[in-house]
């Protein structure tokens, strides 16, 4: 989480839709940080003061157990590290098989399906082979370059395929397979707010899995809970300051994850239509929404897309972003984004 002492300038984002002069709430604030899928998760709640402060500790014990099992969940129904979770078991169906997703690994896959039709497969949940062969998978590959570029040469464009889920059903279609890695983490970020939220005591709270970050109510002194974001991947030179009052956010870059061979970085994200690690002018996209599951889709989507595709699509749909460009180009506002100024 964010350290409120910075040596450097930064751009202080606010939500337009702070409400002016809000007011102390009273509560306690109690912190909590852990590792899950792979990378690290934090928890900053206030607990409302009317509540006994001797309790404190059990109530974090309370939502931290109540956390990790709904991440245990997701884990065992979406991870493709896990030989036994379902999105594995339906990977290794037979063509024109169904299987019956659970509960929440069919509303995934519907949030998925949905974002790949609106970005007209810029996010696209069905590039499983690919990230596999290009060694960012759950299988090890020994070049995954050499890998990754021979795949992609000998891949046709694939369509776009949203029509496979019916009723929490999922059909497998031959040369489909699915990875919701680019949306999963967003959901999960969504759904412990939800778990966090509905507890009697909760007056507020943020949420982080991984660098995405979701944030309800205000601070004990009445201050919206800041951010800090680093779209070039320098955690200890923040760019932005973001307070989150009822907004998520999430950061899509080369940075998280690239392999570099012969001066060339390959980054994790990959063009849908060729299936090769993409060329894009954005190093990063940093989108806002009020779901977190959007915002990890869009921020993907919009790398895929390029900078000039990208603020089209995010001017038509009012949607606050940061497009960083390469080559050291100053960072592209969305008009959405220049209102949070």
């Given at each position: 989480m964010s350290d409120p002492a910075l040596d450097h300038e930064v751009?202080?984002?606010i939500p337009p839709d702070v409400p002016a002069g809000a007011q102390p709430n009273g509560g306690r604030e109690v912190t909590y940080a852990g590792e899950v899928f792979g990378t690290e998760w934090s928890l900053r709640l206030v607990r409302k003061g009317s509540t006994n402060p001797a309790n404190d500790d059990a109530y974090l014990a309370q939502l931290v157990k109540a956390s990790s099992q709904t991440l245990s969940l997701i884990d065992q129904q979406m991870s493709l590290w896990l030989e036994t979770s379902d999105i594995v078991r339906y990977n290794a169906l037979a063509t024109g098989q169904d299987m019956l997703l659970p509960e929440p690994f069919a509303t995934v896959t519907s949030k998925a399906f949905a974002m790949c039709e609106e970005t007209r497969g810029a996010f696209d949940p069905g590039l499983y082979e690919a990230v596999e062969k290009w060694g960012f998978g759950a299988r090890d590959q020994v070049d995954p370059v050499a890998s990754g570029l021979a795949f992609s040469q000998a891949r046709s464009a694939a369509p776009l395929i949203t029509d496979l889920l019916q009723d929490s059903v999922l059909t497998k279609r031959e040369g489909f397979a699915l990875d919701l890695n680019g949306i999963a983490k967003g959901y999960a970020v969504d759904l412990l707010c939800?778990?966090?939220r509905s507890h009697p005591?909760?007056?507020a709270c943020c949420v982080e899995i991984g660098g995405e970050f979701k944030g309800y109510g205000t601070r004990s002194d009445g201050i919206p809970f800041?951010?800090?974001l680093a779209p070039d991947g320098d955690e200890h030179n923040p760019s932005y300051r973001a307070a989150l009052y009822g907004w998520a956010c999430a950061t899509s870059g080369e940075a998280e994850r690239y392999h570099e061979y012969g001066g060339t970085i390959y980054s994790h994200i990959l063009a849908p239509q060729t299936g090769a690690s993409v060329?894009?002018?954005?190093i990063a996209a940093t989108v806002f929404d009020k779901e977190c599951v959007r915002a990890d889709a869009l921020a993907t989507a919009m790398i895929v897309m390029g900078a000039e595709k990208a603020l089209v699509f995010a001017e038509d749909r009012a949607i606050p972003c940061v497009l960083s460009p390469r080559r050291g180009n100053?960072?592209?506002i969305s008009s959405a984004m220049q209102e949070w100024l």
């Amino acid at each position: 989480m964010s350290d409120p002492a910075l040596d450097h300038e930064v751009t202080v984002l606010i939500p337009p839709d702070v409400p002016a002069g809000a007011q102390p709430n009273g509560g306690r604030e109690v912190t909590y940080a852990g590792e899950v899928f792979g990378t690290e998760w934090s928890l900053r709640l206030v607990r409302k003061g009317s509540t006994n402060p001797a309790n404190d500790d059990a109530y974090l014990a309370q939502l931290v157990k109540a956390s990790s099992q709904t991440l245990s969940l997701i884990d065992q129904q979406m991870s493709l590290w896990l030989e036994t979770s379902d999105i594995v078991r339906y990977n290794a169906l037979a063509t024109g098989q169904d299987m019956l997703l659970p509960e929440p690994f069919a509303t995934v896959t519907s949030k998925a399906f949905a974002m790949c039709e609106e970005t007209r497969g810029a996010f696209d949940p069905g590039l499983y082979e690919a990230v596999e062969k290009w060694g960012f998978g759950a299988r090890d590959q020994v070049d995954p370059v050499a890998s990754g570029l021979a795949f992609s040469q000998a891949r046709s464009a694939a369509p776009l395929i949203t029509d496979l889920l019916q009723d929490s059903v999922l059909t497998k279609r031959e040369g489909f397979a699915l990875d919701l890695n680019g949306i999963a983490k967003g959901y999960a970020v969504d759904l412990l707010c939800d778990v966090i939220r509905s507890h009697p005591d909760t007056a507020a709270c943020c949420v982080e899995i991984g660098g995405e970050f979701k944030g309800y109510g205000t601070r004990s002194d009445g201050i919206p809970f800041w951010v800090d974001l680093a779209p070039d991947g320098d955690e200890h030179n923040p760019s932005y300051r973001a307070a989150l009052y009822g907004w998520a956010c999430a950061t899509s870059g080369e940075a998280e994850r690239y392999h570099e061979y012969g001066g060339t970085i390959y980054s994790h994200i990959l063009a849908p239509q060729t299936g090769a690690s993409v060329q894009s002018d954005l190093i990063a996209a940093t989108v806002f929404d009020k779901e977190c599951v959007r915002a990890d889709a869009l921020a993907t989507a919009m790398i895929v897309m390029g900078a000039e595709k990208a603020l089209v699509f995010a001017e038509d749909r009012a949607i606050p972003c940061v497009l960083s460009p390469r080559r050291g180009n100053a960072d592209i506002i969305s008009s959405a984004m220049q209102e949070w100024l």
